[in-house]
């Protein structure tokens, strides 16, 4: 019987760490976009911010934004809005490289956090996922995306890099 009890606590603590893993993932993604979350950009942000003041290894920010995006939803409806956000947020992941991180910052503003002090290198990634945006267009849609970019180096706290981010966008 003791063995039998054995194998039945395993068996739970597995369906456990599953459910954790579940739960962890249900947190950390933006259900519409299968990309990062506000709260798991925020807490990336933070701990790149922190890595940066302790070890001074540099990164860098870009905001995205889809361009004109409430004629998308007026034009075509919600449901069609939510599959170009879906469809921009897969490009925009798939164009940056293993070590960067990407989410959803809200509406229909995205964030990369790249592992790079370059400006230069930060540009050229800018510029690949704009050209990415043009090539495949979302949904068969002609879609834009505007780019901010800021080197956390230039900055002396998270939140100037992320308000000149935001200003460059613009």
Same mark, same amino acid.
């Given at each position: 019987?003791?063995?039998?009890d ?10 456990? /760490? $599953?459910?954790t893993r579940?739960?962890?993932? *249900?947190a950390?993604?933006? @259900?519409?976009?299968?990309v990062?979350?506000?709260r798991? /950009?925020?807490? *990336?942000? *933070?701990?790149?911010? =922190? ?7 540099? +990164?860098?920010?870009i905001?995205?934004?889809?361009d ?12 069609a809005?939510?599959?170009?956000l ?8 798939? &164009? ?5 991180? +990407? ?6 503003e +995205?964030? *990369?956090i ?7 290198? /930060? &540009?050229?990634? @800018?510029e ?12 068969g849609?002609?879609?834009?995306v505007? +780019? ?10 998270? &939140?100037? /890099?992320?308000v000149?981010? =935001? $200003?460059?966008l613009?």
């Amino acid at each position: 019987r003791a063995y039998g009890d054995y194998g039945e606590v395993v068996n739970r603590n597995q369906q456990l /760490l $599953r459910e954790t893993r579940r739960l962890r993932e *249900a947190a950390t993604t933006d @259900a519409l976009t299968n990309v990062m979350n506000r709260r798991a /950009l925020d807490a *990336a942000l *933070a701990s790149s911010w =922190d890595s940066y003041d302790r070890e001074g290894r540099a +990164f860098g920010v870009i905001m995205c934004d889809v361009d004109h995006f409430k004629r998308v939803n007026d034009s075509l409806g919600h449901a069609a809005g939510d599959e170009v956000l879906a469809e921009v947020a897969r490009v925009l992941h798939k &164009g940056l490289r293993g070590g960067d991180l +990407f989410g959803r910052w809200g509406g229909e503003e +995205f964030i *990369a956090i790249v592992d790079t002090g370059s400006e230069t290198t /930060l &540009g050229d990634v @800018a510029e690949r996922l704009r050209s990415l945006i043009s090539r495949e267009r979302p949904c068969g849609i002609d879609v834009t995306v505007s +780019f901010g970019a800021a080197v956390s180096k230039r900055f002396a706290t998270l &939140g100037d /890099l992320l308000v000149s981010a =935001d $200003r460059a966008l613009y």
